[in-house]
DNA sequence: CGACGATTTGACAATGATCAAGATGTGTGG
DNA sequence: CCACACATCTTGATCATTGTCAAATCGTCG
């Protein structure tokens, strides 16, 4: 899903740069809410988190984002950002004026269905963040993070663990729109009952699923 | 938002027909989740639903689209629909093969951009749906999702109407992410505060908001 | 009218939020 | 490397919210 991946030096060569590489520390704003820049991101390294938040100041992470994601993407249909992103950790991003990427569309047809499945890849992970970590107990839906993160994790390095690496705790609930409490407690329970084994990275835990 | 309205009748002879103009019943089944047909519809008249199955059965509704609006996209992709889509009224849409829709966007590149308007369209409402209509308590839920249906209602006919009209309280709880008992309970406290006012229609309520 | 489905209400149990306190971890400077 | 300061996480106690089961009411349609 790398977007740029499969382009040459050749083919960038000719366009006027305003292309970025940047680099972000950890917890790092990106953008917030509202900024119109016309601008977009890749993600190299490193993970982000998009967050919404309600006239009456409420937050909520709505996707969490990482290697080859593209985001941003409102900016295309020059739209301020409906989001702000925060980096989660070290993150390596390259950000492309929606200019300077129109126009590589031009040349590349085959660019435009790159970006269209980024688009559906969005939706169908928004629609299982209603439907799967947003409907029923916060016991069920913390399970189904863990499995969404573990998920992450597998194709993060190809293989299929069995781990899985926690964010910060208020992150997580802030995923699942539950208190720090709350998760704590059923982080706790899964632990007692044998279902999580914390490992000697404090972060990592390892999964004895039989899931659901 | 219609797709097809600036298309004239000439723009479309050619065209082997594979466009349809279906019209189902209230409550008919339009695709279900899982189905691969290679068709996208767009709404001319009525209400649907787009449902979304757990692998453990419980449903969630994840959208609510009226007219104008172009659903089933990701057949664009070749995916099978992620969705369950049932009609909340009597029903009128246009179905058409994503090859023909591919070939019309060949011929007419601004199609190119409404559509892809209409998914960030979806995307967008997909976001509200988790930071407004699936976070905070039930009331506040509530609350937001009547101002929701208000607009919907209000660009439904141009004018800024201050009036709702319910579904079933089954589908306003599965929005919510909550039970029917819950919801019911809910409306009634609102119309004890005067929020919420019946009208001679059962299913219109007026709204004496201030929203907030 | 009568029957069925939808909605409302009640009572109770389960779940989750909140406030407060303690424990554990992490980073920094000496 | 230790010690302290700060942040994060855990746990307890209590209260509010929500889910569930059951019964009653309302509405609609034949």
Same mark, same amino acid.
């Given at each position: 899903?790398?977007?740029?991946?499969?382009?040459?030096?050749?083919?960038?060569?000719?366009?006027?740069?305003?292309?970025?590489?940047?680099?972000?520390?950890?917890?790092?704003?990106?953008?917030?809410?509202?900024?119109?820049?016309?601008?977009?991101?890749?993600?190299?390294?490193?993970?982000?988190?998009?967050?919404?938040?309600?006239?009456?100041?409420?937050?909520?992470?709505?996707?969490?984002?990482?290697?080859?994601?593209?985001?941003?993407?409102?900016?295309?249909?020059?739209?301020?950002?409906?989001? +702000?992103?925060?980096?989660?950790? #070290?993150? $390596?991003?390259?950000? @492309?004026? &929606?200019? %300077?990427?129109?126009?590589?569309?031009? *040349?590349?047809?085959?660019?435009?269905?790159?970006?269209?499945?980024?688009?559906?890849?969005?939706?169908?992970?928004?629609?299982?963040?209603?439907?799967?970590?947003?409907?029923?107990?916060?016991?069920?839906?913390?399970?189904?993070?863990? +499995?969404?993160?573990?998920?992450? #994790?597998? $194709?993060?390095?190809? @293989?299929? &663990?069995? %781990?899985?690496?926690?964010?910060?705790? *208020?992150?997580?609930?802030?995923?699942?729109?539950?208190?720090?409490?709350?998760?704590?407690?059923?982080?706790?329970?899964?632990?007692?009952?044998?279902?999580?084994?914390?490992?000697?990275?404090?972060?990592?835990?390892?999964?004895?699923?039989?899931?659901?």
């Amino acid at each position: 899903m790398m977007l740029f991946s499969e382009l040459k030096d050749s083919d960038i060569d000719h366009i006027l740069k305003p292309i970025n590489n940047l680099r972000y520390a950890e917890n790092a704003l990106l953008y917030s809410q509202g900024d119109q820049e016309n601008k977009v991101y890749s993600i190299r390294k490193g993970y982000i988190k998009l967050i919404q938040t309600q006239s009456n100041g409420s937050l909520r992470i709505v996707r969490l984002l990482g290697p080859g994601a593209l985001f941003g993407i409102e900016a295309l249909l020059d739209k301020p950002h409906r989001h +702000t992103a925060i980096s989660l950790q #070290e993150l $390596d991003v390259c950000r @492309i004026n &929606t200019a %300077t990427l129109k126009q590589l569309e031009r *040349e590349k047809p085959w660019l435009n269905d790159k970006i269209l499945s980024h688009w559906e890849q969005h939706l169908s992970t928004a629609d299982r963040w209603i439907s799967e970590l947003s409907s029923g107990s916060v016991r069920s839906r913390s399970l189904k993070l863990l +499995t969404y993160l573990k998920e992450v #994790e597998t $194709d993060r390095n190809g @293989i299929e &663990t069995n %781990t899985v690496r926690f964010f910060s705790h *208020e992150d997580m609930a802030s995923i699942l729109g539950t208190s720090r409490e709350t998760f704590s407690r059923t982080v706790s329970e899964l632990k007692d009952k044998g279902i999580l084994i914390q490992t000697n990275d404090k972060h990592i835990y390892q999964f004895s699923l039989p899931i659901e």
